[in-house]
C-alpha cells in the first residue's frame, strides 16, 4: 500500500456546484472528490459505504471540492 492508498467509510454525495460532482464525504466530516469515471451503482446519493482508493496529487478539478479520490473498490453498508 502506498501512502496515498486510503480506505474510507463515508456517504456519497452529489455536489451541485458548477457542472456538478459527486464526493465521498467521512464520517467525520473530510470530503473527497470521485474521479471519473466509477461505476455506475456508485453514484447514488446518501449511499452508504466502505471504499479503497488512491488519493491523487497529480489531478486537479474545476470543483476543487477537497483531494481528488480514484476508487479501486468499494463495498455497500447496510441496504
Same mark, same amino acid.
Given at each position: 500500500m502506498s501512502t496515498n492508498d486510503v480506505k474510507l467509510i463515508g456517504t456519497i454525495r452529489y455536489i451541485d456546484m458548477g457542472m456538478g460532482t459527486w464526493a465521498l464525504v467521512t464520517d467525520? %466530516?473530510?470530503q473527497y472528490e470521485l474521479l471519473q469515471p466509477v461505476p455506475s451503482n456508485l453514484l447514488q446519493e %446518501? /449511499?452508504?459505504i466502505s471504499v479503497? %482508493? *488512491?488519493i491523487r496529487d497529480d489531478v486537479m *478539478? =474545476? $470543483? $476543487? =471540492?477537497g483531494?481528488? /479520490? $480514484?476508487v479501486q473498490g468499494f463495498q455497500v453498508i447496510g441496504s
Open positions: 467525520d %466530516g473530510e %446518501g /449511499l452508504k479503497a %482508493g *488512491t *478539478t =474545476i $470543483a $476543487a =471540492i483531494p481528488v /479520490l $480514484a
